[in-house]
C-alpha cells in the first residue's frame, strides 16, 4: 500500500481554496493544468510510501497516541505559488511553519522511523496542493493571501496511481484532542 499522513481541511478551509482556485484560473494558466479536486486535498506531514499491510495496526495505534496527546493548532495560509520553486509542475497555498504543526511533523516521523521507514530529508513546508501541471508553472507570481486555516485531524491516506492523477482514499482520520503546550 502507497501511504501517507497528513491533515485532511476543514469546510471553512476547503472553501477558501476553493475561492482561490477560481481566482487563479482566470490568471491564464497551462492548458494541461489539472486542478486537486477536494477529496484529494490535504497538508502532507508524512510520506511513507509503499508500506506492508503488516505495519497498517502499528501505524493506526501510533496516529491514536499522537492525536491524544497533541492538540488541534491554526496554521496560517501566506501565500499562493508554483511550488516548491519559482518554475514547478504544482500551484500550492503554503502556510507559515509554527511550532505545533513542526511537532506533528516531527512525531510522525518518529513513528515512519520506529515501522523501519526512513523519512523524506527535505525541509517540511506546510502546504496545500491546488493544482499540477506537467509543462510547469511559470506564473503566477506568489500571491499573498491571510487565512487562517484549522488543522484539527491526523488522516491515514492511501495512495492509487490513476491515469488522470493520483487519488487519495482516507483510511483513518483522527481528531486532534491533547491538551495545548506550555
Given at each position: 500500500?502507497r ?33 486537486i ?68 511533523h ?70 486532534l ?6
Amino acid at each position: 500500500m502507497r501511504l501517507f499522513i497528513g491533515v485532511a481541511p476543514d469546510r471553512a478551509t476547503q472553501h477558501f481554496l476553493d475561492i482561490t482556485c477560481q481566482h487563479l484560473e482566470r490568471l491564464g494558466l497551462p492548458r494541461d493544468c489539472r486542478w486537486i479536486t477536494q477529496p484529494n486535498r490535504h497538508l502532507t506531514l508524512a510520506f511513507l510510501g509503499e508500506t506492508d499491510a503488516i505495519h497498517l495496526e502499528a501505524i493506526e495505534d501510533g496516529l491514536r497516541k499522537i492525536a491524544a496527546t497533541l492538540p488541534f493548532c491554526h496554521g496560517e495560509i501566506v501565500s499562493t505559488h508554483p511550488f516548491p520553486k519559482v518554475h514547478a509542475k504544482m500551484l500550492a497555498a503554503e502556510l507559515l511553519p509554527n511550532p505545533l504543526l513542526a511537532k506533528l511533523h516531527q512525531q510522525c516521523c518518529a513513528l515512519m522511523r520506529d515501522i523501519g521507514k526512513q523519512p523524506e530529508r527535505k525541509t517540511f513546508r506546510p502546504h496545500f496542493t491546488l493544482a499540477r501541471s506537467r509543462q510547469g508553472f511559470t506564473h503566477p507570481h506568489p500571491i499573498a493571501t491571510a487565512f487562517t486555516c484549522t488543522l484539527d485531524n491526523l488522516t491515514l491516506y492511501q495512495s492509487h496511481l490513476a491515469p488522470g492523477g493520483s487519488q487519495y482514499h482516507r483510511i483513518l482520520s483522527i481528531p486532534l484532542e491533547g491538551h495545548p503546550l506550555d
